[in-house]
């Protein structure tokens, strides 16, 4: 016995059995779909995560020659306000002899006006070795120097001695205004 009942032979109509089939398959789905959704929201990050996901920093209260250090996902953030001295030492190298060649406008971003700032250098500060903080106005190049192996950087994050791989990080950062950088 067949539960599809057949209209001039050639055609089969969907019996009662086929329905019950097709709304127990949907409601399995749905019930499947209710249980995983809270699973996976849960991997997503937490509000309180997504708001520290972007700082802003005031550069007004900076003077020439300061930096200061600021928290962002965990890791410090070097802003440092350059001398005429250290922006003119940044650009004074030459590329080819860098280990990871950069020169010193690629590592800025446009200000608020659209003009490249060499004064303002944003820099993640965490030593691209092995993680360790560097330290500021330090090392053989008047940049930074990171005290656990060695890495001496430049007035512009470039790495130039020790074994650190490549030159500090420069995050993602915009200005806002004039003087406020949001990074993030």
């Not at 920093?57 to 200061?68: A, F, M």
């Not at 005429?84 to 200000?111: M, Y």
């Amino acid at each position: 016995m067949s539960d599809t009942h057949t209209i001039d032979g050639d055609h089969e109509e969907p019996s009662r059995r086929d329905f019950i089939y097709i709304a127990t398959g949907v409601t399995a789905a749905i019930g499947a779909g209710a249980l995983a959704w809270p699973m996976v929201m849960q991997m997503t990050a937490a509000s309180d995560t997504l708001a520290a996901g972007s700082i802003e920093i005031d550069v007004s209260k900076l003077e020439e020659g300061q930096q200061i250090k600021v928290l962002w996902r965990g890791k410090p953030i070097f802003v440092r306000y350059r001398t005429p001295k250290e922006i003119a030492e940044a650009d004074s190298v030459d590329i080819a002899t860098l280990r990871d060649p950069q020169t010193d406008n690629e590592r800025l971003v446009p200000d608020f006006a659209g003009a490249l700032n060499p004064k303002i250098l944003v820099m993640i500060g965490v030593c691209t070795h092995f993680g360790c903080i560097p330290i500021g106005e330090a090392g053989d190049f008047d940049g930074w120097y990171c005290p656990c192996h060695g890495s001496h950087y430049d007035t512009s994050g470039r790495i130039r001695k020790g074994p650190a791989p490549k030159n500090l990080v420069i995050p993602e950062y915009a200005y806002i205004s004039d003087t406020v950088i949001k990074v993030g």
